[in-house]
């Protein structure tokens, strides 16, 4: 236990610094960094980084607690001031890998900072050529390949990884006023300077998006069996608008500045990419052209809601990706027709023909919500997708119904109910589904209707005046894409449906979902224009341990 948590401390210590920027003008005399930043302070890491952990594992939280405790023994952090904010710079070389990268760490007394070192079983031996300058060693946490050396400076230890003796030195030592801004208000963030960077970095950029075209080359020209035909255009496109706004970014790129706003509370997350191009240049001319995408079906998903998605795609998505976007989805969709019943294989074709137009088009708009409890404990399922001209798949369906065998056509009713203008068709769920009796109620009834730009869906009690609801709807600004639950009724309706488990006093779902109340972002992402290019990222715990599991099912 004590090498993991000597470990996690000194990890948290050089972990603190790449994270929030925002720099003081520079003085002159110094090379300016290729990156800057700052987190609030090492107590603001220390109390997040322990507040995700007590949410997903209380036991653990408190075994490291313990553990730390004994580590660090009756001086406790002595040698470090937790309280000042942590600073960063970094200079990336032209052989990128000799680029380096500089923590600056409050501290009090010298000789307090390196007896903490030693609680932490890091090993501190003064460079015999470079008096000052310490020599880092922890065993399973620094690389001897990566060398990690500490000099003391102005209230600070600096410690730089892969930094060189003489990169130390006091006159390369960039002063902290320079480093942290009293004025931000995020926890953490960090400031690229593209100008700044060599011109093997963006090489390294090109060398990718080389890379991905040359393997979607190899796809088209020999394409696998199951492959969407159009996936190697749709790809290329989209590595084709990468590169572009990669060469543009190093070209006209003033900064980029991320932001990270973690709660340990309630485990949400916020990241924040910002773009400032320099004036007047392409880049800030196509900023400022980037809209907001109102979207109608992103208010499917109200306050009482269990959970639910949303994607827009607008006309100021990149034509060239929705332009070959739209056949990919239109190949993916048609992959499911050979498998279908003869009657549903038209159907399945004009659902393909009205998506991929409308992706094409930069008019895709969909979305979808599970919505309640009622007061019977039942749930209404509402959505709805924009479509290019429904009325070619209503035509499908009803020909559908009546081609379809007669126990089948018992359960359809068309023309049941009108929303508005719109004909509503029923389908009545065959009884003995249990589990969808506990979702959405007994004798459920599924209703579909067609509008003039759209095809509206739902199940349950509340079905038709859901439709009626969503048919209303009118276009609004929202996220481009955003998945939503309520943990607290995603908790209650995944037990009421036999899952959870786990042994006396543990629910795993407790861990993986949470137990708060009210709506929380799984995984959502915005991008809006003007003077600077905005991209927000948000997430809650769910999307945090997927993510976790897509690291370690890829070998990260």
């Known amino acids: 236990m004590s090498s993991l948590v000597r470990s996690a401390l000194f990890g948290l210590l050089l972990s603190a610094g790449p994270l929030l920027a925002a720099p003081v003008p520079l003085p002159a005399k110094y090379d300016p960094p290729t990156a800057v930043g700052q987190v609030a302070s090492v107590q603001a890491v220390l109390d997040t980084v322990m507040g995700y952990v007590r949410a997903f594992s209380p036991e653990t939280a408190d075994q ?48 307090d900072a390196l007896e903490l070192l030693e609680r932490l079983g890091v090993g501190a031996e003064e460079e015999p050529k ?49 480093l942290i801004d009293e004025s931000e208000k995020a926890p953490a963030a960090a400031t690229f300077y593209p100008a700044r960077a060599p011109k093997e970095l963006k090489e390294l950029f090109d060398g990718w998006w080389a890379s991905g075209k040359a393997s979607l080359d190899q796809l088209e020209n020999n394409p696998p069996r199951d492959m969407p035909r159009n996936f190697p255009a749709f790809g290329k496109a989209a590595l084709g608008w990468l590169d572009g706004n990669s060469a543009a970014l190093f070209k006209d790129g003033e900064s980029v500045r991320v932001r990270l706003t973690p709660d340990p509370k309630t485990t949400d997350s916020k990241i924040e990419l910002v773009v400032t191009p320099k004036a007047k240049s392409p880049l800030a001319a196509d900023i400022e052209k980037l809209t907001p995408t109102p979207g109608r079906f992103h208010q499917l998903v109200t306050k009482d809601a269990v959970g639910g998605l949303w994607l827009t795609v607008g006309p100021n998505f990149p034509k060239e990706v929705r332009e070959k976007g739209g056949p990919f989805v239109a190949d993916l969709i ?89 004909a509503v068709h029923t389908f009545t769920i065959p009884e003995g589904a249990e589990w969808l009796e506990k979702v959405i109620g007994k004798k459920g009834v599924v209703r579909l209707a067609f509008g003039k730009d759209a095809v509206y869906f739902a199940a349950g009690p509340d079905g038709l005046e859901q439709i009626k609801r969503a048919a209303a709807l009118k276009a609004t600004d929202g996220k481009r894409f955003d998945i939503v639950t309520n943990p607290k009724k995603l908790n209650k309706l995944i037990a009421d449906l036999g899952g959870g488990g786990g042994g006396p006093g543990f629910n795993p779902l407790d861990m993986f979902v949470g137990k708060e109340d ?18 927000t990222y948000t997430q809650h715990r769910m999307g945090l341990m997927f993510g976790w599991f897509a690291l370690r099912v890829g070998g990260l």
């Open 518 to 535: 009210g709506l929380r972002s799984f995984f959502g992402i915005d991008a809006k224009g003007g003077k600077e290019l905005t991209v």
């Open 64 to 111: 490291m607690q313990t553990g730390l405790a004994a580590q660090l023994g009756e001086k406790g952090w002595a040698g470090v001031d937790l309280k000042k904010p942590v600073g960063m710079f970094t200079y990336l070389k032209p052989k990128l890998e000799d680029s380096y990268i500089v923590f600056v760490v409050p501290i009090g007394k010298e000789k």
């Open 334 to 422: 048609g992959m499911l027709v050979p498998g279908a019943p003869e009657e549903v294989q038209p159907v399945l074709t004009a659902v393909s023909d009205g998506l991929s137009k409308a992706v094409a088009d930069g008019k895709a708009d969909a979305g979808v919500a599970l919505l309640g409890p009622d007061k019977n404990d039942a749930h209404t399922l509402i959505g709805a997708v924009a479509m290019a001209d429904p009325s070619g798949l209503e035509k499908a369906v009803r020909k559908a119904v009546k081609d379809a065998p007669k126990e089948v056509q018992e359960m359809f009713k068309l023309d049941a109910e009108k929303a508005g203008e719109m």
């Open 130 to 178: 470079a008096k000052g300058v310490y020599r880092l060693r922890v065993r399973g946490l620094l690389p001897e390949v990566t060398p990690t050396r500490m000099r003391f400076h102005d209230g600070h230890a600096y410690i730089g990884l892969n930094a060189d003796a003489d990169e130390l030195d006091v006159t390369k030592l960039l002063p902290v006023g320079s």
